[in-house]
Structure formats: structure tokens, C-alpha cells
């Protein structure tokens, strides 16, 4: 009887739990059902912005595809791509560099939008890549520009052949003690230059100067955009060069000016400005004087360079002039035709320096990046590339022995280069300030003079390149200095509108 009951009781309790368990499964089912929209939001926004990352990725692949575009360059191509594209070839005022780069802009947006560049810009770009393995790339040049170049191959070789035999004979008569004692000689003469007079040449700072071939005038190029003539022996105004708009960085004489060359004639003196020109002057002193102005001077104007023009030089054969500017170009021209013989490009900053080798074979360049290049000019291309400057090269000049060539910059360094070596071999803390310019002694070069903005003028021995005298105006910026041949008379300009006349 009382396993009956157990049994009974038994089966009772398992049919309780049983029916417990049936109550509660609803509701652990309604608890998996709500949970499951948490699930699936979870899930899509996963999925959203894996697709977003995914879109951000092939983004920034299209964006670096398109920095990388290999847009053309000439006139026809672009042009040629814009009507295909659909759009106009020009629009009104647009130059050559807006139109290139409203077709890169073009075809980024193409390339984003579509995920793939024209099917026409793909052709042309296999083609000119095809042709990019077997071609050069050269610019195309006139017939003036090649003429020119076996001119100056010919002058030059006939200078290079002069030097090296001079310099032959004179290792043959002048030993090494000699030619120190020759070096010191000369440089006793610079002993003792005393300040003799000042004038004021502008009413705004004076940039450049330089000395006349005939070694009577100083001709001054000034803040004002005015340069002017002066008679060395007096200081007095002797005439004015009036055309150029604003400020004038750089003023050259023909080498035959007030020697051979006809007074009337443009090339007597060039000037550069700020103004984006070059101006050709005549140099006739016999006409009448015009009160404060001196003898007024006729100009033509040569137009090409895109920024300030920084610096102009004659070259020896008096019928070529080249000029360098901020559009980091420097260029040839003929003077009688008045003619842009070439346009060179290779610097990444303006062009502040340059100078011309003594044999008229090589052209130095240095930027404010402080960069430098020799050009030879025979063939165009740039052949030794000089790295040192820290900052901006501001002056540069060839020795006369044609091996040497001076640099001074903004990091207040003097270089001295051996051409022949092809590496600099003297490196001088020279100013504490920046070297404004550089002049080697004329004719001989035996000793080095620079300027700078400390207001110093410091002479160098050429031999070991140590410091010989130091003549302080420490309330000057010197801008330029310039010495006659027979070491008599120095000259000074500076940003305190003066130059200085020592003797």
C-alpha cells in the first residue's frame, strides 16, 4: 500500500514538473525573439561599414591613380583630349597652364566617377610611354640658337687655348715662392683704401653696380627702378637710364661699351627689373644735359621672363645676352635681332646668381634653393651640378685661371670649387651676415673681395684663402662691391641709397 502511494507520488511530481516546464518555454522563446532584432541591426551595421571602408579605400587608390595622371603637355594634345571629353577647348582668358590643368581636373572627376580613365587617355598614354624607352625628349631649337653655338664653341676654344698657354709659360718662368710673393704684392695695394667720398645714387636702395670698360663710370641699378651713370673721379650724375616700372636688380656693360662700340647703339648697356623686362640702352654722352638727370638715354625692351629678372650678363663675343629670373629659368638672346634664342629649365627655386667663365664656355647658375649648375653652353646641357649651400646662393665668380669659381649665400659660407676636381675645396665662415656679392681681382684674380649685409668688406688671399684686411661700415648693407683694374678705386653700394668711393 505505501509503495502504491510512493509510485503515484512519484508520477504526480514528474507530471508537475513536466507541466512547469511547458509554461516556461513560451517565454524563453519570446526572450530569443526579441533579442533577434538586436542581432540583425548588429549584423547590417557591420556590414555597412565594412562597405564603407571598402569605398574609402578604392577612393584614396583612384586618388593616388590620379596624382599620378601623365597630363600632356603640348597645346594640340590637351585640346585634343578637352573635345573628346565633350568640353570646351578654351574658355575666355584662360592660358596654357589653366587649360592643362582644368583637363587634369577633368579627368579625376572622371576616374572617380567612373573607376577608370577615358578609354582615348589610355591609348595616348601607352602610346607616349611606348616612345618614352627609345626617344629623348629635346626642345626644339632655331637655326639662330645653333649658329650661336658654333660661334661660342669657336670663341671659346680660341680663349681655352690663350689661357692654357699662358699659364704653360708662366709654370715654366714663376716658381711657387714667386707666385706668393706676386699674391701678397698685390694685395699690400689693398692696404690701405681710405674712404674719399659718398653720394647718394637713389631714392631707394642701391642693387647692383658695376665699373665701365673704360674705367671712368660706375653705372648703378636702384630700388626706384631708375639706374643711373656716374663719373668715378667726381661722384657727379653723367646720365640716366629711365623706362623700367619698379625696382631694377641688375645692370651689365657691353664689353666694347665706351671703347669700340657706336654710342647710339642699344647694346651699350643692359638692366634687368622687377617689371618682368630687359632693357638694351644707348650710351651717347655728348648730347645735351637735362638739369638733375644728366644725359638721357634711348632703350628697346626684351620681353619673355614670367617673374622679377635677378640677373644680366654680356658674353664675350658682345652678341649674346643672357639673363636668369624667379620663374626659375635662365635664357639666351641675340642683341642685334633682339631675339630669345632658348629658354633653359632645371632649377626648382628663382634664380638669384650667375656668372660666365672666363673662356665663354660656361655658365653658372645658383638658386635660393641653394643649388648651382654649370651650363656649357656649346651644347646646351647642364655638366657639373654644385651642392653645398644650405641656403640661397647670392653671388658667384670665376677666377681667371678658369678653374675656380667662387659662391657666396644666405647661410653667410664663402665656397671656393675646383671645376677641374669637380668638388669644392676651401669652405669659409666669411660673414655673419649674408653675402651680398663676390668679386675676384680683376685680370690676375689674386686675391677674392666679398661684401655682405654686416657690413663688411673682406679680402682674400687666392692661394690658401685666408683672411688679408676687413674694411667695417658697420651701419651699411652692402649690396655689391666693385674694384678698377689697377687697384686704385673700390666702390661700394649698399641699402642706405649710397655708394662709397674708396681709394
Same mark, same amino acid.
Given at each position: 500500500?505505501?509503495?502504491?502511494?510512493?509510485?503515484?507520488?512519484?508520477?504526480?511530481?514528474?507530471?508537475?514538473?513536466?507541466?512547469?516546464?511547458?509554461?516556461?518555454?513560451?517565454?524563453?522563446?519570446?526572450?530569443?525573439?526579441?533579442?533577434?532584432?538586436?542581432?540583425?541591426?548588429?549584423?547590417?551595421?557591420?556590414?555597412?561599414?565594412?562597405?564603407?571602408?571598402?569605398?574609402?579605400?578604392?577612393?584614396?587608390?583612384?586618388?593616388?591613380?590620379?596624382?599620378?595622371?601623365?597630363?600632356?603637355?603640348?597645346?594640340?594634345?590637351?585640346?585634343?583630349?578637352?573635345?573628346?571629353?565633350?568640353?570646351?577647348?578654351?574658355?575666355?582668358?584662360?592660358?596654357?597652364?589653366?587649360?592643362?590643368?582644368?583637363?587634369?581636373?577633368?579627368?579625376?572627376?572622371?576616374?572617380?566617377?567612373?573607376?577608370?580613365?577615358?578609354?582615348?587617355?589610355?591609348?595616348?598614354?601607352?602610346?607616349?610611354?611606348?616612345?618614352?624607352?627609345?626617344?629623348?625628349?629635346?626642345?626644339?631649337?632655331?637655326?639662330?640658337?645653333?649658329?650661336?653655338?658654333?660661334?661660342?664653341?669657336?670663341?671659346?676654344?680660341?680663349?681655352?687655348?690663350?689661357?692654357?698657354?699662358?699659364?704653360?709659360?708662366?709654370?715654366?718662368?714663376?716658381?711657387?715662392?714667386?707666385?706668393?710673393?706676386?699674391?701678397?704684392?698685390?694685395?699690400?695695394?689693398?692696404?690701405?683704401?681710405?674712404?674719399?667720398?659718398?653720394?647718394?645714387?637713389?631714392?631707394?636702395?642701391?642693387?647692383?653696380?658695376?665699373?665701365?670698360?673704360?674705367?671712368?663710370?660706375?653705372?648703378?641699378?636702384?630700388?626706384?627702378?631708375?639706374?643711373? @651713370? =656716374? !663719373? $668715378? #673721379? &667726381?661722384?657727379?650724375?653723367?646720365?640716366?637710364?629711365? /623706362? %623700367?616700372?619698379?625696382?631694377?636688380? +641688375?645692370? *651689365?656693360?657691353?664689353?666694347?661699351?665706351?671703347?669700340?662700340?657706336?654710342?647710339?647703339?642699344?647694346?651699350?648697356?643692359?638692366?634687368?627689373?622687377?617689371?618682368?623686362?630687359?632693357?638694351?640702352?644707348?650710351?651717347?654722352?655728348?648730347?645735351?644735359?637735362?638739369?638733375?638727370?644728366?644725359?638721357?638715354?634711348?632703350?628697346?625692351?626684351?620681353?619673355?621672363?614670367?617673374?622679377?629678372?635677378?640677373?644680366?650678363?654680356?658674353?664675350?663675343?658682345?652678341?649674346?645676352?643672357?639673363?636668369?629670373?624667379?620663374?626659375?629659368?635662365?635664357? @639666351? =638672346? !641675340? $642683341? #642685334? &635681332?633682339?631675339?630669345?634664342?632658348?629658354?633653359?629649365? /632645371? %632649377?626648382?627655386?628663382?634664380?638669384? +646668381?650667375? *656668372?660666365?667663365?672666363?673662356?665663354?664656355?660656361?655658365?653658372?647658375?645658383?638658386?635660393?634653393?641653394?643649388?648651382?649648375?654649370?651650363?656649357?653652353?656649346?651644347?646646351?646641357?647642364?655638366?657639373?651640378?654644385?651642392?653645398?649651400?644650405?641656403?640661397?646662393?647670392?653671388?658667384?665668380?670665376?677666377?681667371?685661371?678658369?678653374?675656380?669659381?667662387?659662391?657666396?649665400?644666405?647661410?653667410?659660407?664663402?665656397?671656393?670649387?675646383?671645376?677641374?676636381?669637380?668638388?669644392?675645396?676651401?669652405?669659409?665662415?666669411?660673414?655673419?651676415?649674408?653675402?651680398? !656679392?663676390?668679386?675676384?681681382?680683376?685680370?690676375?684674380?689674386?686675391?677674392?673681395?666679398?661684401?655682405?649685409?654686416?657690413?663688411?668688406?673682406?679680402?682674400?688671399?687666392?692661394?690658401?684663402?685666408?683672411?688679408?684686411?676687413?674694411?667695417?661700415?658697420?651701419?651699411?648693407?652692402?649690396?655689391?662691391?666693385?674694384?678698377?683694374?689697377?687697384?686704385?678705386?673700390?666702390?661700394?653700394?649698399?641699402?642706405?641709397?649710397?655708394?662709397?668711393?674708396?681709394?
Amino acid at each position: 500500500m505505501n509503495l502504491q502511494q510512493q509510485e503515484r507520488q512519484r508520477v504526480t511530481d514528474n507530471l508537475s514538473q513536466i507541466s512547469q516546464l511547458s509554461t516556461r518555454a513560451p517565454t524563453v522563446i519570446n526572450q530569443q525573439q526579441e533579442s533577434l532584432p538586436f542581432i540583425s541591426y548588429t549584423t547590417e551595421n557591420v556590414d555597412r561599414q565594412q562597405k564603407q571602408q571598402e569605398e574609402n579605400e578604392r577612393k584614396q587608390k583612384l586618388m593616388a591613380e590620379a596624382r599620378k595622371l601623365m597630363v600632356p603637355t603640348q597645346e594640340s594634345q590637351i585640346k585634343s583630349q578637352l573635345r573628346q571629353l565633350g568640353q570646351p577647348v578654351t574658355y575666355f582668358g584662360e592660358s596654357a597652364a589653366d587649360r592643362r590643368q582644368r583637363l587634369r581636373t577633368l579627368l579625376t572627376e572622371h576616374l572617380m566617377q567612373y573607376g577608370r580613365l577615358p578609354q582615348f587617355f589610355k591609348q595616348q598614354n601607352n602610346h607616349n610611354m611606348g616612345n618614352l624607352e627609345n626617344e629623348y625628349f629635346l626642345y626644339e631649337g632655331l637655326e639662330q640658337l645653333r649658329a650661336a653655338r658654333i660661334e661660342i664653341a669657336k670663341l671659346s676654344l680660341h680663349n681655352a687655348a690663350l689661357r692654357v698657354e699662358k699659364l704653360r709659360l708662366r709654370r715654366l718662368t714663376v716658381d711657387a715662392l714667386q707666385e706668393d710673393q706676386e699674391v701678397l704684392e698685390e694685395l699690400q695695394k689693398v692696404n690701405h683704401f681710405a674712404i674719399q667720398m659718398s653720394q647718394f645714387g637713389d631714392s631707394s636702395g642701391i642693387s647692383r653696380s658695376t665699373i665701365s670698360p673704360n674705367q671712368k663710370y660706375l653705372a648703378t641699378a636702384g630700388g626706384s627702378g631708375e639706374c643711373k @651713370l =656716374w !663719373d $668715378i #673721379e &667726381t661722384a657727379s650724375l653723367k646720365s640716366s637710364l629711365l /623706362g %623700367h616700372l619698379t625696382k631694377c636688380h +641688375s645692370i *651689365a656693360f657691353h664689353p666694347q661699351s665706351l671703347l669700340t662700340l657706336s654710342p647710339q647703339s642699344f647694346a651699350n648697356v643692359a638692366t634687368a627689373s622687377a617689371d618682368l623686362s630687359i632693357r638694351l640702352w644707348t650710351l651717347d654722352l655728348d648730347q645735351p644735359e637735362v638739369e638733375n638727370l644728366g644725359i638721357l638715354q634711348k632703350s628697346i625692351v626684351l620681353k619673355g621672363h614670367e617673374d622679377r629678372i635677378n640677373k644680366v650678363i654680356f658674353h664675350q663675343d658682345g652678341k649674346r645676352l643672357i639673363s636668369m629670373g624667379f620663374d626659375k629659368t635662365w635664357r @639666351l =638672346w !641675340d $642683341i #642685334e &635681332t633682339q631675339t630669345e634664342l632658348m629658354v633653359q629649365t /632645371g %632649377h626648382s627655386r628663382g634664380i638669384y +646668381s650667375g *656668372a660666365l667663365h672666363p673662356d665663354g664656355s660656361l655658365l653658372f647658375t645658383g638658386d635660393l634653393g641653394g643649388f648651382g649648375m654649370a651650363w656649357d653652353l656649346r651644347i646646351g646641357k647642364g655638366i657639373l651640378p654644385f651642392v653645398g649651400h644650405v641656403k640661397g646662393i647670392l653671388a658667384s665668380d670665376f677666377s681667371m685661371n678658369g678653374s675656380h669659381l667662387a659662391t657666396g649665400g644666405d647661410d653667410n659660407f664663402i665656397r671656393v670649387w675646383d671645376i677641374r676636381r669637380r668638388n669644392v675645396i676651401e669652405k669659409i665662415p666669411a660673414h655673419i651676415k649674408l653675402v651680398s !656679392d663676390l668679386k675676384f681681382q680683376p685680370i690676375y684674380s689674386k686675391f677674392l673681395i666679398s661684401a655682405s649685409y654686416d657690413g663688411n668688406i673682406k679680402f682674400w688671399n687666392s692661394r690658401d684663402w685666408s683672411l688679408h684686411s676687413v674694411y667695417e661700415t658697420s651701419d651699411t648693407k652692402h649690396t655689391s662691391v666693385c674694384i678698377t683694374n689697377d687697384i686704385k678705386t673700390m666702390i661700394s653700394t649698399g641699402l642706405d641709397r649710397k655708394f662709397v668711393i674708396w681709394q
